[in-house]
């Protein structure tokens, strides 16, 4: 029989919608044991104000981990917000307290307490009015893993869709897309689909920068510089690298039909596409880490908190895939010692 995982879940923004998802997945039975890393007291006043039962229990990290019936949730103990949480009311005195959560999510996944972290929306705007520098849960738990390029992926619809930059404004983007940088990124996805998804030989379909990938030097020259030596180089490796493709053409079932995973260049490249094909469904994988950690495709929703009207479909599915990943075959994380996937 497969080991039952331990999975760790932060709420995100107290706040938001966060502590009502969690809340809303707590109802339905899981194959994984479930441990909150964050205030036991958000989450009880949440469940009140939804009409939902909630049965916390601390988690006893020495006990075997045990499938968690519906209405169950452990918890991490010593998680709590220094001030009491209003929903759809941000507050910058409990910043600290959010990511205290992911530290401890993160501490936890690295020493081997939890198999993977499932991670709630934060609210970047209120933590960096707190006076705390912050880009984004990515980077955070890059820094906090001593990883040197995380990668994000989007899984949706059948479509796995990663990035070569992220959070980067356009005029920006193409002195991003290195020879160097592109080779890791590249690196880091074949690792990471056969790791954590089982591919043995991973196929994938690499988007140009520029449209129609640049025809041949005449709309922008960054593939020819840059992108097809560095796939030249890969596939002499042994990759199964197919492009550059253009964008427009590259999500289109014919083209899609041979590739485990497509590599945009930049973040509206490929995203659009994928969030159409499966939004509220949409799960966002974060490769490079020497930790899982999957999380929702969108934000705290601070008009929703509390109303009982927020969709709980997008942190099932990132909970249901954290589970998929670390119970199937080739699934396990990899040693939280590696190099994070530098060439």
Request: with cysteine; glycine share 12%; hydrophobic share 40%.
């Amino acid at each position: 029989m497969a080991r039952t995982p331990r999975i760790a879940l932060t709420p995100g923004e107290p706040a938001g919608i966060g502590p009502d998802l969690v809340v809303r997945i707590a109802a339905e039975p899981s194959a994984a044991q479930r441990v909150v890393v964050g205030d036991p007291q958000v989450l009880t006043d949440r469940a009140r104000q939804l009409g939902l039962p909630l049965h916390l229990t601390p988690l006893d990290p020495t006990t075997p981990p045990r499938p968690d019936p519906a209405g169950t949730l452990h918890v991490w103990p010593g998680c709590t917000a220094p001030r009491p949480v209003t929903p759809g009311h941000l507050d910058p005195d409990n910043a600290g307290y959010v990511l205290q959560t992911l530290t401890q999510a993160a501490d936890g996944c690295l020493d081997g307490t939890f198999q993977a972290l499932v991670t709630g929306p934060v609210h970047k705007g209120v933590i960096n009015e707190a006076g705390i520098p912050f880009t984004g849960h990515t980077e955070f738990l890059a820094q906090r893993c001593r990883a040197p390029l995380p990668v994000m992926m989007l899984v949706a619809g059948g479509l796995r869709v990663a990035l070569v930059t992220t959070h980067l404004p356009l005029a920006r983007v193409a002195e991003q897309i290195t020879p160097e940088r592109l080779e890791t990124v590249l690196r880091i996805l074949d690792r990471d689909l056969r790791i954590h998804f089982g591919l043995a030989h991973p196929r994938i379909l690499v988007c140009g920068l520029n449209p129609h990938a640049g025809e041949g030097g005449h709309l922008g020259d960054e593939e020819i510089r840059v992108i097809e030596p560095v796939l030249q180089r890969l596939r002499a490796e042994g990759m199964s690298l197919t492009g550059p493709v253009p964008a427009d053409t590259a999500f289109t079932p014919h083209t899609l039909e041979g590739a485990d995973a497509v590599l945009a260049m930049y973040h509206d490249q490929g995203l659009p596409v994928l969030k159409h094909a499966g939004f509220g469904r949409a799960v966002n994988v974060t490769l490079g880490l020497p930790i899982l950690r999957t999380s929702v495709d969108h934000g705290t929703a601070l008009d929703l908190a509390g109303s009982g009207r927020a969709d709980p479909g997008s942190l099932r599915e990132a909970l249901d895939l954290a589970v998929h990943l670390t119970m199937a075959p080739g699934g396990e994380t990899h040693d939280p010692h590696s190099d994070g996937g530098t060439p």
